[in-house]
């Protein structure tokens, strides 16, 4: 989504939050907005503009560490979908830690290994971490239960992304 923000006309930088909420945008000129608008809401999110800056405590993504976020938010993925699967496959602790390590790392590879350029039509990502998370887990699990928890993972991701939103 920065590498689409930093394609428009006006645009000079784009960032993101630590939380992945708020984008801090340096435009040329008012001009710049309706354009800035526009595009964020045809990749599915609001934009309001913010009257009072953010805490001064909040640390900013941009193009070029924005990788530094990708490892932070495939660890938030991973603590978040691997615990339920593994209820459902009674697998131990052990094996639990290890498959989340394995989700985590398979994601961040996949995230930086997979630069979305402007104009990445949404989805790009699925097939190939799809794939890299199967790979990753299917050791530990056995290829069936891999396929469940690709499943299970973007049935997650799809809930917790706008429309047409992709993660990483």
């Known amino acids: 989504m920065l590498a689409r923000l930093t394609s428009l006309d006006g ?28 595009a964020l809401r045809e990749l599915g999110y609001r934009a309001d503009e913010v009257g009072e800056a953010p805490s001064p ?3 900013w993504y941009g193009p070029a560490r924005v990788n530094e976020l990708s490892r932070e938010e495939v660890d938030v993925i991973a ?33 930086t290994a997979h ?11 699925h097939g190939a971490c799809s794939n890299a998370v199967r790979e990753a887990v299917r050791d530990l699990v056995g290829p069936h239960a891999a396929d469940r928890l690709v499943a299970t993972l973007w049935l997650d991701l799809d809930e917790s992304q ?6 990483g």
Do not use: W
Not at 14 to 37: K, M, N, Q, Y
Not at 162 to 167: D, F, W
């Open 11 to 38: 645009v000079i930088a784009a960032e993101v939050d630590h939380r992945g909420e708020l984008l801090r945008l340096l435009v040329s000129g008012p001009s710049a907005l309706a354009r800035i608008h526009a």
């Open 57 to 59: 405590d909040s640390r």
């Open 79 to 111: 603590r978040r979908v691997v615990p339920p699967f593994a209820r459902s496959q009674a697998l131990s602790t052990a094996v639990q830690d290890r498959v989340r390590e394995a989700v985590a790392n398979a994601l961040y590879a996949c995230f």
């Open 115 to 125: 630069t979305l350029g402007a104009g990445a039509p949404p989805g790009e990502l």
């Open 162 to 167: 706008p429309s047409g939103a992709e993660p």
